[in-house]
């Protein structure tokens, strides 16, 4: 009996390895290239096997999107649950844009779809995804609400502005053309575009 459960667990460990490998994959391709681009045929050769094989994981492109972007709330709970308790919300909300922008820059971090992709309706009817994405809010709403109510962040501005302006770092271009232009390391990237998400682009107070 004993054997045949770690033969079961072995196995179920096997395709939970194969899954991640390809949904690895896919964050790298909706990365580079959006779910309305992206194919199977490309998936599949990205994780080095045959097309009807990808199928007995996932029976569609938009299930391999929907638990890719599934995936990737998950991770950004968890960069949330992980941040130490004596940080001031604003900077818990810093670090999460620290750890978006860091994964785009690694092209680990899948375009979040706009309101005019296909995956859209798609990621609406998935009730893992919404169900995460509703927790994902609650936990940067309380951290928005109680940085506008200690004057860190703006309180004319509403939540929900500041919210999806957070939520539009992990796929902002700036980064990529700044990368590209090879003026800038890595972090100092990520240091930018923080800085410019939060601080805006007006003079610094330090040089009036």
Request: hydrophobic letters at 45%; a neutral charge; one cysteine or more.
């Amino acid at each position: 009996m004993q054997d045949s459960v770690q033969k079961i667990s072995f196995k179920a460990q096997q395709l939970k390895f194969r899954e991640d490998a390809i949904l690895d994959a896919v964050n790298h391709l909706l990365a580079r290239k959006g779910f309305d681009l992206m194919t199977m045929d490309e998936v599949a050769a990205e994780v080095g096997i045959a097309k009807a094989s990808l199928y007995k994981h996932f029976a569609s492109k938009e299930a391999l999107a929907s638990a890719s972007m599934a995936r990737l709330i998950d991770r950004a709970i968890a960069v949330v649950h992980e941040m130490p308790g004596t940080l001031s919300p604003l900077d818990k909300l810093k670090g999460l844009v620290r750890w978006a922008v860091t994964s785009h820059l690694a092209n680990t971090m899948p375009l979040l779809p706009s309101t005019r992709s296909s995956i859209q309706q798609t990621l609406t009817n998935y009730p893992p995804y919404m169900e995460k994405v509703g927790r994902l809010i609650e936990a940067l709403g309380l951290w928005i609400e109680q940085a506008q109510a200690n004057g860190s962040l703006s309180a004319s501005l509403p939540g929900e502005v500041i919210l999806y302006t957070i939520f539009a770092r992990s796929c902002d271009p700036v980064a990529d053309f700044l990368k590209l232009g090879g003026a800038f390391s890595d972090h100092e990237i990520v240091e930018i575009l923080v800085k410019t998400c939060f601080d805006g682009m007006t003079r610094d107070k330090s040089a009036s």
